[in-house]
């Protein structure tokens, strides 16, 4: 059974930085391409950032490219997002997930989520 485990949420003033992790019981971790999304209430979840299997390759969404970093540690079978320079907008419960694929901005992709973990960013 594989399981995803995000923690690091919480409620931070705008301008402030958070850094989630997300630990996967997978036993074979690396060879999955890891992603960040994130969803607010009433609207659709969307994608954040995406990490290829070896970390070679990185995505991230526009929104978020200069204030967000995606990393992981494949011997811990983490991944993380650094988040800088939070905005009320980044407001959202953030979900990692995992893509059998080498790497994918589309959530459709992804087969396994983590339950989730809130950030709140006051203004």
């Known amino acids: 059974q594989v399981q995803l485990v995000e923690s690091g949420g919480g409620l931070v003033q705008a301008g402030g930085s958070l850094r989630l992790s997300c630990a996967a019981s997978?036993?074979?971790?690396?060879?999955?391409?890891m992603g960040w999304f994130r969803q607010a209430p009433g609207k659709e979840r969307e994608f954040v950032a995406a990490?290829?299997?070896?970390?070679?390759?990185?995505f991230y969404a526009d929104s978020v490219s200069v204030r967000f970093t995606i990393s992981r540690d494949n011997a811990k079978n983490t991944v993380f997002l650094q988040m800088n320079s939070l905005k009320p907008e980044d407001t959202a419960v953030y979900y990692c997930?995992?893509?059998?694929?080498?790497?994918?901005?589309?959530?459709?992709?992804?087969?396994?989520w983590g339950q989730g973990t809130q950030v709140t960013v006051s203004s």
């Open positions: 997930a995992t893509t059998p694929l080498y790497i994918s901005r589309v959530p459709d992709d992804y087969n396994y």
């Open positions: 990490i290829s299997r070896s970390g070679g390759n990185i």
């Open positions: 997978i036993r074979t971790y690396n060879t999955y391409g």
